[in-house]
């Protein structure tokens, strides 16, 4: 692959540039107008569990002022808004009876949008399980596969003449190995490796069943992908040896989940690997799992890095110095190729020619407002080294069709409560005032320009 023009060319044409944001983070209105309790919800009430004791109850008050806050948006330039619908404002005990103020919610949401000249992308579940199905197994259960398939039916049909993309779940290894394997993400559980193994499959096949609801309920146009956020690997030099060692590396790491999608199978490898902890597969789950999609989204954020292994290994994964810069999430090692090289790696290894970014950002905890702006160079510069990846993997014949930034604003940041902030638009949440940041001003006028400045 061999780069066909610099970094000063514009983006093509039809690359979509947006921000992003989720539902339970961003809303509010906890319990307002019949939405039912979250797994959130009860989790940020257990004590020590989420920093600070924060809860999710108003957050940034996004169900009483998405109207300003599209303003907002489009006052920025920002054409396209991926988003989350709440499965609990729906059905609020996941399912059951079905809640009309929930759905006349995102009707009047939707057209703000509209109003607003903002396209939506909407992910249909963002962590946000509805507590009675968490009660009755959660992600453990078939219940909350049925479930999801009737969910996943009713909002697509719902809003199938607003909305024309849809993403099915978002970040699989999140909402199955952290929460129930890790503990670190609500509920909380601490399951065997055959258990955390079959929340993996049960999600595969929830992504299924909301395919099968956008291709029969979705309309004409409607496009359908999952967001993943893969495993990444950069390999230390970009030369035959260390390329191989990070094919070998990914594929390895995402057997589970693309592999298994693009297989329509679990690859033999994973299975020898798992053993006798391989996910129960019930009659018909694959052909839902490897139903055709439209795109591959990717919550891109750091990765690792791998060389060519010794002694015949396939690799060597290495450890980061302790000086190696990072964000504040412990977790955020910054490794600007990682954007680069996660698209290009699922184009090569399972064929998708239509990728979008659909996260990428930085969380840090002090960005106080000064004199009426927040300079976060640090952000800035994060953006820009991304964006120049970006751009490098286009120019080398990745297919990645547009970019979303993380996030619109500062919202409830999962276990880390209200401290960490990935926003663009500063929130003061005890005001509810939203001041956009200097990576605001610059990332709309990368979105103006359609080239990185």
Not at 29 to 47: H, L, Y
Not at 148 to 157: N, S
Request: hydrophobic letters at 40%; proline letters at 4%.
């Amino acid at each position: 692959m061999t780069a066909s023009f610099t970094y000063s060319s514009p983006f093509p044409d039809a690359f979509v540039f947006g921000v992003a944001a989720a539902s339970a983070q961003i809303e509010g209105a906890a319990f307002e107008d019949g939405k039912g309790e979250s797994i959130w919800d009860k989790f940020s009430r257990i004590p020590g569990k989420v920093h600070n004791g924060d809860t999710l109850d108003q957050a940034c008050d996004h169900y009483h002022r998405f109207d300003e806050d599209f303003a907002l948006m489009a006052s920025l330039g920002v054409k396209h808004y991926r988003l989350s619908i709440a499965w609990p404002r729906i059905y609020p005990s996941g399912d059951g009876e079905i809640n009309r103020a929930g759905l006349a919610f995102y009707h009047r949401l939707f057209d703000s949008m509209a109003r607003h000249g903002i396209t939506p992308w909407v992910t249909l579940f963002h962590w946000d399980l509805p507590q009675s199905l968490e009660d009755r197994g959660g992600w453990t259960s078939r219940v909350t596969v049925d479930a999801f398939a009737r969910y996943a039916e009713t909002v697509v049909h719902e809003f199938a003449g607003k909305v024309r993309h849809w993403i099915t779940l978002n970040e699989i290894r999140c909402f199955t190995l952290l929460a129930y394997g890790v503990g670190s993400k609500a509920p909380g559980r601490r399951e065997s490796e055959a258990v955390v193994n079959q929340t993996y499959h049960n999600a595969l096949v929830c992504h299924g069943h909301a395919v099968k609801a956008v291709r029969t309920f979705g309309g004409e146009g409607a496009q359908v992908g999952l967001t993943d956020n893969c495993d990444v690997c950069v390999p230390v030099t970009e030369t035959p040896a260390d390329i191989a060692a990070a094919r070998a590396w990914f594929t390895e790491r995402n057997a589970h989940i693309l592999g298994a999608i693009h297989a329509g199978c679990y690859p033999q490898a994973y299975l020898d690997r798992v053993g006798a902890h391989a996910p129960k597969v019930e009659a018909g789950d694959f052909e839902l799992i490897s139903q055709r999609t439209d795109f591959l989204g990717l919550n891109i954020y750091t990765a690792t890095y791998v060389r060519a292994g010794k002694s015949g290994a396939a690799y060597e994964q290495l450890a980061l110095p302790a000086q190696y810069p990072r964000a504040d999430s412990p977790w955020l090692n910054l490794v600007p190729q990682a954007i680069y090289w996660a698209p290009r790696l699922c184009q090569e290894l399972y064929g998708h020619r239509s990728i979008y970014i659909t996260e990428n950002g930085c969380g840090y905890d002090l960005e106080p407002v000064a004199n009426g702006e927040v300079v976060d160079l640090h952000r800035r510069d994060y953006l820009r080294n991304h964006l120049r990846e970006v751009h490098r993997a286009i120019a080398d014949g990745v297919a990645i069709q547009g970019y979303f930034c993380w996030s619109f604003m500062d919202n409830y940041e999962w276990e880390d409560g209200y401290q960490r902030r990935f926003g663009i638009v500063h929130v003061d949440y005890k005001t509810q005032q939203r001041t956009p940041k200097l990576s605001a001003r610059y990332f709309a006028a990368v979105m103006r320009e359609r080239r990185i400045l």
